[in-house]
């Protein structure tokens, strides 16, 4: 590849896909999709989730062959096998979530498996610098990538497939990891890219970003392109309608039902992990009756460890947690779940399901010592079959029946399972985290309905969330945790997303 | 319906891949494959019948002891040494006489069951505070329950004939078996036993809270941790239920015909590891273990008359092996095939918008 000295460095790409068609067994997962990627443009392409972006963008990333349709590069038909063959088209793929080794240098991870490219030194060293400085990420080959983050390790991807020679950049949710002002600096670099003679397909569901940086905008609904539009003059309120079809749901709550009746306070919360470090440092927080506390931060700032520590999955090495009258601090998960916490975990797959149990079975998980799913020692599973049945009904979860393993049920059923499951027997507080992360529009908005009939009634809720528009919308006090430490509260009726994000990264600007 | 079909026909095919695989090890080596099979699959003679009856009792056990640790996700090579360890507890406890009648026999049996316990613990709480694998540990511990109770009887037992046993149990203390053939020797008594474990096990597993626990934390260590199972104290506890089980794996042959304990003679070695190709083969399901116990222990009776047609009796662990190994990959072909006809069925049944998370 030659690097002059003029602005269009990178040779332009143009690729077209038309009338692709994607089975999978009992369902279509793409058809009649047609998507045109100029050369040098940012395409948007929207849609919720489950519309079939991810199956599209695994076929022009050569991850799966199209049962039909063709793709041309540059006029010419090719057909991908694996990621090599796209790749070697100048197709690549940035990832959701990072594929770097920690312990790692930003060198190593770029040149591993494309040692033959440049070598692995100094060669290798020298170009990474060349395009890091070209496009503005800034990035040092010799940095360790454990100690960059998540806005560095996400431009480490980048070059990454630039190293590789991609013309067109994949980038599925970029911005999901990141802060509004990071969200700035990528979009930056993206423009750098483009004006270097790169194409970038942008996937995503955020709508006024898609707005901001796109300059062309691909809808997807039930896995086919339904229309186009031009960022000019597009709205999000159409652009939203194209998507669902419908009007997009929102979080707001209307009324205030808080009372003054703690639910849950912890006073000074420490935990130290492993290494000897605080992950969570002097936490003091109350929840009230009829209350949702919102907590905004950055992942891995220390809200997990908040979540576990409160349902006693870890351990606090100072401090107290009393739930009513309560002092749960040393309370094994079984006895915070008893005395009334439900609990909607951050990895439903992990933590919420066991997925090749049928629905019921896995309404008894985590109320194994409750009523009316075992009697005394022994499960009752008539009971158990019964409440997952009214759970089915009453969340709208969409499946044959009750006999269904979790497993073959889509991301948003699964979620409104536990949702129902979790505010089964009147629990007092509810601890959930990110409870609408990848399910789609509609069960959105159910979720949301039931947390907020739920406050309505008495229930004192957690909420951490990465969605800030779902933490505005649906708190009436938000946290902001940053390493460790809870920094900042906020009203949530005067708040704007860019001061939840400066408050989530201390104040500077990434 | 459609489920016992998908249920029955891996093991099925498991043994006509088996015995196809054998026949051509036995023709390879110049021998008749035709012979083998009339003689694999002709009707044992009653004599053989009974002996295939016992054994089955005491493979089934072993087969359970594992299928409880397979259950929890744990894999509990050491069913072996709690196996003897069991025994050679049991075997001194019994022949003392201590108790005294018919009594003596539930008293042993709990002495079986508690030297299991208490040696798979070992591994269990090396596991939980150490993080030591079962596996390593357990193999360990295989050996040193064969060398401590070779010492152990030599050190207390009695002389016999060139090697050492155990004290004899009072035949006070001796039960009587069933008669099922006339003119064969008898079933062993305690055969009930190998059918009280597998009722217990089903039980256990699919209709108690403890059960429950132990099987979710074997599905889904995260899931269990986060229904608050404490999942450090289900590893012990269902590695000590699996050797209190492993301990009782030699009972029905003690009480039954052999009446004392010494290796090698009057001993059985490797029912631990062959317990371990039974779980696997029933699928830890009950009906499973007690037919694939069956099984074995009828290729194992077939074996003997090979000899006649000059054929080695070891060709039969090639059947058994294969067997394992061809059920293993015909379980999963069927797993991902109801897997798929169950999302296919979601998907048609509700005619949903086509989701990504049916396919990765």
């Not at chain 2, 489920?3 to 029955?8: P, Q, T």
Request: net charge negative.
């Amino acid at each position: 590849m030659t690097t002059s000295s003029t602005d269009q460095d990178v040779a332009s790409i143009d690729v077209v896909l038309s009338g692709i068609l994607k089975r999978f067994p009992g369902v279509v997962a793409n058809h009649d999709v047609d998507l045109h990627l100029r050369p040098g443009a940012v395409h948007a392409l929207i849609g919720e989730n489950g519309a079939g972006k991810s199956t599209l963008m695994k076929i022009l990333y050569g991850v799966q062959a199209p049962d039909e349709g063709t793709i041309t590069v540059d006029g010419s038909p090719v057909s991908f096998s694996s990621p090599t063959d796209a790749i070697g088209q100048g197709i690549g793929m940035v990832f959701q979530h990072f594929m770097l080794a920690d312990n790692l240098t930003v060198l190593e991870n770029i040149v591993l498996g494309a040692e033959k490219l440049h070598g692995i030194g100094d060669g290798a060293r020298r170009r990474i610098r060349e395009i890091s400085a070209r496009f503005g990420f800034g990035l040092e080959p010799d940095d360790l990538v454990e100690r960059l983050g998540v806005a560095d390790r996400q431009r480490v991807e980048i070059l990454k497939v630039l190293y590789r020679g991609a013309r067109l950049i994949i980038l599925d949710e970029p911005t999901a990891v990141l802060v509004p002002q990071e969200v700035d600096a990528l979009f930056a670099n993206l423009r750098e890219l483009v004006a270097g003679g790169c194409s970038v397909l942008f996937i995503s569901h955020k709508l006024d970003e898609v707005l901001e940086i796109a300059d062309d905008i691909t809808v997807m609904r039930r896995g086919t392109t339904v229309g186009t539009a031009d960022p000019a003059t597009a709205t999000r309120q159409g652009l939203a309608e194209l998507m669902v079809g419908s009007e997009l749901p929102s979080p707001e709550t209307t009324e205030s039902t808080v009372t003054d009746t703690p639910v849950l306070e912890l006073r000074g919360v420490t935990v130290t992990n492993e290494a000897g470090r605080d992950v969570l440092s002097d936490a003091t927080l109350t929840v009230h009756r009829g209350e949702v506390v919102g907590i905004a931060g950055v992942e891995g700032n220390g809200q997990s460890e908040l979540v576990e520590v409160i349902m006693g999955m870890l351990r606090c090495s100072s401090g107290s947690i009393v739930l009513r009258d309560q002092d749960i601090t040393r309370s094994s998960t079984r006895q915070v779940r008893e005395a009334g916490v439900g609990f909607i975990p951050e990895d439903r797959h992990r933590h919420g399901l066991v997925l090749d149990y049928p629905l019921w079975e896995n309404r008894i998980l985590g109320h194994q010592t409750q009523a009316p799913v075992v009697r005394g020692p022994l499960l009752n599973q008539r009971g158990a079959r019964k409440d997952a049945q009214r759970i089915v009904e009453e969340f709208d979860v969409r499946t044959p029946g009750i006999d269904t393993s979790a497993r073959a049920l889509s991301g948003g059923n699964q979620q409104k399972f536990i949702v129902g499951r979790e505010m089964s027997g009147d629990p007092v507080l509810l601890v959930a985290s990110h409870p609408t992360r990848g399910v789609d529009v509609g069960a959105q908005a159910a979720i949301w309905d039931h947390i907020r009939r739920a406050r309505r009634d008495g229930l004192g809720v957690l909420l951490v969330s990465a969605d800030l528009d779902e933490l505005i919308g649906l708190s009436d006090r938000i946290e902001v945790v940053l390493r460790g430490r809870l920094t900042a509260t906020f009203d949530p009726r005067d708040v704007t997303p860019m001061d939840l994000g400066t408050a989530m990264t201390g104040g500077e600007v990434a | 319906m459609k489920r016992l079909f998908y249920a029955v026909l891996p093991p099925v095919v498991a043994v006509l891949v088996a015995l196809v695989a054998t026949s051509a090890v036995i023709v390879v080596s110049g021998g008749s494959a035709t012979s083998f099979i009339s003689t694999i699959l002709s009707v044992p003679d009653d004599r053989v019948l009974v002996n295939i009856i016992n054994q089955s009792s005491m493979i089934s056990i072993s087969a359970f002891a594992a299928a409880i640790g397979f259950r929890m996700g744990l894999f509990n090579i050491g069913v072996e040494g709690q196996y003897i360890a069991g025994t050679t507890a049991a075997a001194f406890f019994g022949g003392s006489g201590i108790v005294s009648g018919p009594l003596n026999i539930l008293a042993t049996l709990v002495v079986a069951m508690l030297a299991g316990a208490l040696y798979a613990s070992i591994a269990g709480i090396l596991k939980v505070t150490r993080g030591v694998s079962e596996v390593i540990s357990a193999i360990m511990l295989n050996y040193i329950a064969l060398t401590m109770a070779g010492y152990l009887v030599q050190r207390y037992g009695e002389k016999s004939g060139y090697t050492y046993i155990t004290p004899r149990l009072p035949e006070s203390s001796q039960p009587l078996g069933f008669s099922v053939v006339s003119g064969a020797p008898d079933v062993w008594a305690l055969f009930v036993v190998a059918v009280a474990v597998g009722v217990g096990y089903w039980f256990l597993l699919s209709r108690t809270r403890f059960g429950f626990d132990l099987r979710t934390t074997g599905e889904s260590p995260t899931a269990a941790l986060a229904s608050g199972i404490g999942v450090g104290r289900m590893v012990i506890i269902s590695m000590a239920l699996s050797g209190a089980v492993a301990g009782l794996v030699w009972m029905p042959a003690y009480f039954g015909s052999v009446h004392t304990f010494g290796t090698p003679e009057n001993f059985q070695a490797g029912l631990g590891f062959t317990g371990l190709a039974v779980a696997l083969l029933g699928r830890n399901r009950a009906i499973g273990i007690a037919v694939g116990s069956l099984l074995f222990a009828f290729l194992a009776g077939q074996s003997n008359e090979l000899q006649r047609d000059g054929i080695a009796k070891q060709v039969v662990d090639i059947t058994q092996g294969v067997v394992v190994l061809a059920v293993v990959v015909a379980y999963e072909v069927v797993r991902r095939r109801q897997a798929r006809a169950e999302q296919e069925a979601v998907a048609a049944r509700l005619d949903d918008r086509p989701t990504e998370g049916v396919v990765s």
